[in-house]
């Protein structure tokens, strides 16, 4: 599908949450993720859901949720599959895959990109693992920026990656 791409902020391990929390802040990332995904589609599970600010939607970006049970919440559509969820954002402008782990495994056939902010580091006490894009057969890197990795205060490296499905789904 050539308008639906996969995000997320992922450790070496490919770990992305410790109890309903993302991993890690780091300002440059959250700034990427609000400047790819302000004015379009975003597809998120009912855990990521509860886990933004408030539990609501996020504001300018058409919010899809998908969930097996029945779901009514102001400002966002739900879906029941992922094929479901891949049908509403056809034909439409670039839509994001924004998680949580099970999301991310049940949308990456559909998925034609990732934008992965990849921090230099092994996480403790996760219960939240995204697929392994570097061990998937179709997914190939294609780009990092930058060369060296941005170093946060407190140590921490991480760089922003991009890979590709050679094989999305139509």
Same mark, same amino acid.
């Given at each position: +599908? ?6 997320? $902020?992922?450790?070496?391990?490919? *770990? ?16 990427? %993720?609000?400047?790819?995904? +302000?004015?379009? /589609?975003?597809? +998120? !599970?009912?855990? /990521? &859901? ?9 504001? !300018? ?5 998908? /969930? ?9 559509? /739900? #879906?029941?599959?992922?094929?479901? *969820? ?5 034909? !439409?402008?670039?839509? %994001?895959?924004?998680?949580? #782990? ?8 559909? $998925? ?23 061990? @998937?057969?179709?997914?190939?890197? $294609?780009? %990092? ?9 407190? !140590?921490? @490296?991480?760089? %922003? &990656? ?5 094989? #999305?789904?139509?």
């Amino acid at each position: +599908m050539k308008n639906l791409s996969l995000i997320a $902020c992922a450790d070496n391990g490919w *770990a992305i949450g410790s109890k309903g929390r993302l991993l890690y802040n780091i300002p440059q990332d959250m700034a990427f %993720f609000k400047a790819k995904t +302000m004015g379009g /589609t975003v597809i +998120m !599970g009912r855990k /990521t &859901l509860a886990s933004l600010p408030h539990g609501k939607p996020l504001k !300018g970006r058409r919010n899809i949720v998908l /969930t097996r049970g029945e779901l009514h919440i102001e400002g966002a559509e /739900t #879906a029941h599959t992922a094929e479901e *969820a891949a049908a509403m954002v056809r034909g !439409g402008g670039e839509a %994001f895959v924004i998680g949580g #782990a099970e999301i991310y495994a049940l949308m990456l056939p559909w $998925c034609e990109r990732a934008y992965i902010t990849r921090v230099y580091k092994w996480t403790p006490d996760i219960d939240a693992v995204m697929p392994h894009l570097d061990k @998937q057969p179709y997914w190939r890197m $294609c780009d %990092f920026t930058p060369a060296a990795p941005n170093t946060e205060p407190d !140590g921490t @490296q991480w760089r %922003f &990656l991009q890979f590709y499905n050679t094989r #999305a789904l139509d």
